[in-house]
């Protein structure tokens, strides 16, 4: 397995931007799908987005599409999530999960389970206020 370290996290307003990163430990990043999820206060984790071992593709929940951006960085194996227009109802702790994967460019058919992931970093809070 990978260790993952979140960082970035913390206290936005609405409208405003966070980029989170995770940081990978290891010589193998580059051999893992790599997924955000999220988990808010009373409500069970939720998928956020996902990236291929390439980068090449990428998944996003609806609540995501149009304002998150996933990336990485296998060279210096770090995981990025830029977030943009957040509100209020994105306040969570937010998880990075890795999972290793034979395929390079494509994503897994369940890239979006958090049942598929056995590697996650200890979470970091994202609050955004109204």
């Known amino acids: 397995q990978v260790q993952l370290v979140e960082s970035g996290g913390g206290l936005v307003q609405a409208g405003g931007s966070l980029r989170l990163s995770c940081a990978a430990s290891?010589?193998?990043?580059?051999?893992?799908?790599m997924g955000w999820f999220r988990q808010a206060p009373g409500k069970d984790r939720e998928f956020v987005a996902a990236i291929s071992r390439s980068g090449e593709s990428t998944l996003y929940a609806d609540s995501a599409k149009g304002r998150f951006t996933i990336s990485r960085d296998n060279a210096e194996n770090t995981l990025s999530l830029q977030m943009n227009s957040l509100k209020p109802e994105d306040t969570a702790d937010y998880y990075c999960?890795?999972?290793?994967?034979?395929?390079?460019?494509?994503?897994?058919?369940?890239?979006?389970?958090?049942?598929?992931?056995?590697?996650w970093g200890q979470g970091i809070r994202v609050t955004v206020s109204s």
């Open positions: 999960a890795g999972q290793r994967y034979v395929a390079f460019t494509r994503l897994a058919a369940n890239s979006d389970s958090a049942q598929m992931y056995d590697s």
């Open positions: 290891g010589r193998t990043f580059s051999a893992y799908i």
